[in-house]
């Protein structure tokens, strides 16, 4: 199993990486892409914000159930 730290970082890297690409081609930006580009990445923020907190809850549980054990 992946190193949950290690995971945790990489979707933050990912996550950074979709924010960034927003910021310099989204709708505010001096020539935004297309509407179906800027969707697509607003699409995986939303994915992979979501993977990381389900991935952090799991987690948090797993962590928990160790220690209770």
Excluded: C
Excluded at 20 to 41: F, N, Q, V, Y
């Amino acid at each position: 199993m992946t190193d949950p730290a290690e995971m945790i970082q990489w979707l933050d890297r990912r996550i950074a990486s979709a924010m960034t690409w927003l910021e310099d081609h989204g709708h505010g930006s001096k020539k935004p892409r297309p509407e179906g580009e800027i969707a697509t990445k607003e699409y995986d923020v939303d994915r992979f914000e979501e993977i990381k907190a389900a991935y952090l809850k799991a987690l948090e549980r797993r962590n928990q159930e160790g220690a209770a054990a």
